[in-house]
């Protein structure tokens, strides 16, 4: 959903993914940071924040998660659905593997694959989260630094996580060394070609979905650059449909979030996963998952 009638001047910023020097604005605004402009690369169509008006977030005090007004157990069941969507598709390449999961949140996705797993770890830098993970038996660090000296994992996960940093790819690079020989890394990201931008054309999403934690905004065809250099290589990019059918309706009819629980009675697997394959076909899903290995 870009501007074609407005470009940007080029004060000489190159595109973080692929160098590129010529940039769109894109329609819409930062839902929490109206100032802030959005911008796409011409070249290769990486979505990104104009970082020239934006504030760091500090994640190790819960800013981004609102801190203490933001309870933990609000926070889990809110995000039980993708904890759980995750688990159910990864399951089968999970069990007696040694896991870590990078920037694991409140570990939904740790809790449920430690019943199967090797061993599991997890990297959170949110301090209030400590009891949370003593509670639920996780061993969660701070920093990749902080994990067993020599330790190495068969699977390594990072969900809606990279989106968030300023060199998502320097991450990947650190991330490499801690994969075992032939282990794997799953990348999921939101999608700069959701459906509601890029076909359905909402205003209103458009003046909701975008955010001052999310820097970057990969597509499906771009996501491919963010692995080069790393040391890892792209085994697949699979598109995801996280909300459904009824979610997409209501933002068009109404203008607003929710429809997946006010319109719930709309949808069915059935439903969900056929609109899910079309949107993949088309590149239009919300949601993107990047497999990688280690080179």
């Known amino acids: 959903m870009t501007d074609p009638s407005v470009s940007v001047e080029n004060d000489g910023a190159e595109c973080y993914l692929c160098g590129g020097m010529s940039f769109m604005k894109r329609k819409g605004e930062v839902r929490d940071a109206p100032s802030i402009g959005i911008l796409e690369c011409e070249e290769c169509g990486l979505v990104f924040l104009d970082d020239s008006d934006r504030q760091a977030v500090d994640y190790k005090n819960s800013e981004m998660h609102g801190g203490e007004e933001y309870p933990i157990d609000v926070w889990v ?33 740790l809790m449920r694959a430690k019943a199967i797993a090797h061993e599991v770890y997890g990297v959170e830098l949110e301090h209030r989260l400590s009891g949370h993970f003593k509670k639920n038996g996780l061993r969660v660090v701070a920093a990749l630094e902080e994990l067993p000296q020599g330790a190495l994992f068969d699977c390594i996960t990072a969900f809606h996580v990279i989106e968030h940093l300023e060199d998502p790819r320097k991450v990947l690079k650190g991330l490499a060394p801690y994969l075992s020989e032939g282990g794997r890394a799953w990348v999921e990201v939101p999608s700069s070609l959701d459906t509601l931008l890029s076909l359905y054309e909402s205003e209103a999403y458009s003046k909701f979905t975008y955010w001052s934690c999310h820097l970057y905004l990969f597509s499906p065809d771009n996501i491919h650059r963010l692995a080069e250099g790393t040391g890892l290589k792209v085994v697949s990019v699979e598109g995801i449909q996280r909300y459904p059918l009824s979610n997409h309706l209501h933002w068009l009819s109404k203008g607003e979030p929710g429809g997946h629980q006010a319109w719930a009675f709309l949808d069915s697997p059935e439903l ?12 239009k899903t919300d949601t993107i998952m990047l497999e990688l290995e280690k080179l």
């Open 77 to 109: 069941e809110e995000t039980k659905t993708d904890d759980e969507r995750r688990f159910q598709s990864m399951k089968n390449v999970l069990a007696e593997k040694r896991i870590l999961d990078f920037g694991c949140g409140h570990g939904g996705f």
């Open 272 to 283: 969900h996963k056929a609109y899910e394959e079309n949107l993949r076909k088309i590149k």
